[in-house]
């Protein structure tokens, strides 16, 4: 149950952060969207690839939260720590080929 709570909210972060950054290009001033925005009206690259790069580290940083939230809440999820560890998957130990 608590898997499946903490997947919802890193499913929900994500989504929320989008249209966050949505409603912002259409009716904020001074917010990460209306950054997005003017940059892109007034061609100024440096700060939409700026604001691109702080929207992208906002949503990696939320996953990587997320993901330790549950490595800390779930520790025998076993799909966590084939992520983490450089270790061989369990059909490759017992000699089977494909």
């Known amino acids: 149950m608590l ?3 903490l997947t919802g909210l890193r499913l929900f972060l994500n989504f929320a952060l989008v249209v966050a950054i949505a409603v912002e290009l259409v009716s904020a001033q001074k917010e ?3 950054m997005v925005w003017l940059a892109w009206q007034t061609f100024r690259t440096e700060e939409l690839y700026i604001s ?3 929207t ?3 949503g ?3 996953n990587l939260l997320l993901q330790c939230m549950t ?3 779930i520790p025998w999820r076993t799909e966590q720590r084939i992520l983490c560890c ?3 998957p369990s059909w490759k130990k017992s000699g089977v080929t494909l």
Request: charged share 20%.
């Open 60 to 62: 990696i940083f939320f």
């Open 71 to 73: 490595i800390y809440f």
């Open 32 to 34: 990460l969207g209306a």
């Open 86 to 88: 450089n270790d061989r």
């Open 52 to 54: 691109l790069v702080v």
């Open 3 to 5: 898997r499946r709570i």
């Open 56 to 58: 992208a580290l906002l």
